[in-house]
């Protein structure tokens, strides 16, 4: 059974730094991506990643967030930097084989930003 584990998230004061981390069992994916949900808001996408390190950014975490992926650990990370209230939600890593169709989501982990 294919599982994807997200660890990482946590309490920090605005422009501080948080990582996190999305670790997936089993299969190496052709696209991983990070997804956030805030309270009564729908899910975005923070930004995905291919196999090959090619990565893209939503326009509100651009310069600010990095996403990088460990083939051989079969892991994917999200650094986020100079966070603010905003930021606050709660992070989803996906997995799939085309890039905005995941069939592979991970629970979840709560990142909240204090002002």
């Known amino acids: 059974q294919v599982q994807l584990v997200e660890s990482g998230g946590g309490l920090v004061q605005a422009g501080g730094s948080l990582r996190l981390s999305c670790t997936a069992s089993?299969?190496?994916?052709?696209?991983m991506a990070w997804y956030r949900q805030a309270p009564g808001k729908e899910r975005e996408l923070v930004g995905d990643i291919v196999s090959n390190g090619f990565t893209n950014y939503a326009d509100s975490v651009k310069g600010r967030f990095t996403i990088s992926r460990d083939n051989n650990k079969n892991t994917m990370d999200l650094q986020m930097n100079s966070l603010n209230p905003e930021d606050t939600a709660v992070y989803y890593c996906?997995?799939?084989?085309?890039?905005?169709?995941?069939?592979?989501w991970g629970r979840g982990t709560q990142v909240t930003v204090s002002s």
């Open positions: 089993r299969i190496i994916f052709a696209v």
């Open positions: 996906a997995a799939g084989w085309l890039r905005g169709t995941y069939s592979y």
